[in-house]
């Protein structure tokens, strides 16, 4: 294996592993001179603006409307509520100078957006007819993240967030439910991510949110990244954004209120490290900037013209049935440079075009996932691919809930939760339902954390609590986490 490409192998060293995908891939630039902000390079944004699009489509399909809100939001909307400015008023990034003046009050870089959207909420929702009001805005956001990781953490992310209100507490669960198979939708069926929503614990929910319920995945090294939440606010910002409206019979209430984050940083984060190999990204054709590369190969002159023909031939054909397709008659490099440097990339498909094939009805096939070459005949080229778009999903979906499955183990006692999270393992375990032995376990298992519970789960008698050996009252998931 060159230089060129990838030096490690993410069994052996998955952070190293990562670090050389992000940048020999072409994905990121860390020379920017100012930590915790990238630069993001054409082929990581293609992927990215796929991502963004789907969920787009997804809560527009669900009565999301599109709304962009500044980028400031003024020190007094983060004071109205008071446990949500606790949680995050410590990351916040203020601007409090224009050129050579003092501001008359800070502005911050908006850490998320509930104090913006809902201070205009109070003068748009006057009415039971003016509900409900759906809205998402696709943004970046700042906090001041003392550690930082491309795609993982960094003090500007890019994500969606929805905003919604309601007349009844019914329609806002109701809508915490839709954000969860919007999720499913997008992150499992178009990206093959898996993942398990769980309901957070009281201490870790969403500050200002009655409760919380987020996406964990778990990353090749043992880690779980939380790439997606929604939060049931009640009626907190509601009382104290005075969000009110006159229902049908004249009677002034407030709304009820939900918010939404997809984690579209993360979840490109989670698409790389979990698909990804030694070579480099692996790509579902959803997300793939190009589906289908063609690398013309001919060593005579002579051969040239024939194979530049056949390949252009094919580059069109493909091209007018809606794919993605790169057709690299490069000279400067050699086909197995290409071949290289688009499986680092992780193009799905490449076809491979040479004397033989030009000469013949036939066509070389390479597919990403698997590193399988096939021969197929030129008139099953259409079919193939179309076979291959839905094959390599589902083969990566396969293989990446199996990974997961295989990391997650059940524990009963102490020692099996230490051992578990020292070696990698997602953990589900009997809980006593205590913050205190939830801090316990942390601290002593260098930062092993309940994750909380899934969403079905029914609190009831089971047995002993894993770790502190009290009676539990649920069933849990304790993972280390970014």
Known sequence: MSSLGITVKKSEDFSEWYSQVLVKAGLVDLRYNVQGFVVHRPWLMRIIRAIYRFFEEELEKTGHE??????????????????????????????????????????????TSETAFYYMYSFWIQSWRDLPLKLYQSVSVYRNESNTRPLIRGREFLWIEAHCAFSTHEEALRQVEEDMENSRKVIWEKLGIPFLFLRRPPWDKFAGAEDTYAADTLMPDGRVLQISSTHDLGQRFAKAFDVTFLDREGTRRHVWQTCYGPGVWRITAALIAIHGDDKGLVLPFSVAPIQV?????????????????????????????????FLDDREEYTPGWKFNDWELKGVPVRIEIGRREAESKTLTIYRRDTGEKKQIEEAKLLETIQELEKSILENLKTKARRFMESRTVEARTPEEVVKALKEGYLVKMPFCGREECAMDLKEKTDGGKVRGTEISFKEGDYGKCAWCGAPARQIVYVAKSY
């Open 293 to 325: 590369v063609i690398v013309p190969i001919y060593y005579r002159e002579e051969d040239k013209k024939s194979v530049l023909e056949k390949a252009h031939s094919i580059e069109e054909m493909l091209k007018q049935k809606g794919y993605r397709v």
């Open 66 to 111: 599109p709304v962009l809100f500044p980028l400031v939001i003024p020190e007094e909307n983060f004071e109205r509520e008071k446990e949500h400015v606790q949680g995050f008023k410590p990351e916040v990034f203020w601007v409090t100078e224009a050129g050579d003046e003092k501001l008359e009050r800070r502005l911050a870089l908006r850490p």
